[in-house]
């Protein structure tokens, strides 16, 4: 199967990963593997985010991030981040973070 691994299940329905250029539901992927998904190279993230290939390397490795990190990998990628508190009476979709982003674009 190559680079790209199948999904892997997680809970909820609006977890999404991109493999083969499709959408798959309630799937996860490591940051790399998002990213080679993607058909990018670090060296085009590290572009995108104005930094170096050796940076885009240990961002990839880190398993503890600030969230403005992650938002912003994932935009280099083409994506938008959203982040969803799961309860067993429903998903809540956390929108503080959203108003940070607005603020930058100001």
């Given at each position: 199967?190559?680079?790209?691994?199948?999904?892997?299940?997680?809970g909820?329905?609006?977890?999404?990963?991109?493999s083969n250029?499709?959408?798959?539901?309630?799937?996860?992927?490591?940051?790399?593997?998002?990213r080679?998904a993607?058909?990018?190279?670090q060296?085009q993230?590290?572009?995108?985010?104005?930094t170096?290939?050796s940076?885009v390397?240990r961002?990839?490795k880190?398993t503890d991030?600030y969230?403005?990190t992650?938002r912003?990998v994932?935009?280099?990628m083409g994506?938008d981040?959203?982040?969803?508190?799961?309860?067993?009476?429903?998903n809540?979709r956390?929108?503080?973070?959203?108003?940070l982003?607005e603020?930058?674009?100001?």
């Amino acid at each position: 199967m190559g680079c790209l691994s199948k999904p892997r299940p997680v809970g909820g329905d609006s977890t999404a990963v991109y493999s083969n250029n499709t959408v798959h539901q309630n799937g996860e992927k490591p940051l790399q593997e998002l990213r080679q998904a993607r058909k990018l190279s670090q060296e085009q993230m590290a572009k995108n985010l104005h930094t170096k290939q050796s940076n885009v390397s240990r961002i990839e490795k880190r398993t503890d991030m600030y969230i403005s990190t992650l938002r912003g990998v994932i935009k280099a990628m083409g994506g938008d981040l959203e982040i969803v508190a799961r309860f067993p009476d429903g998903n809540v979709r956390i929108n503080q973070f959203v108003e940070l982003d607005e603020a930058v674009k100001a």
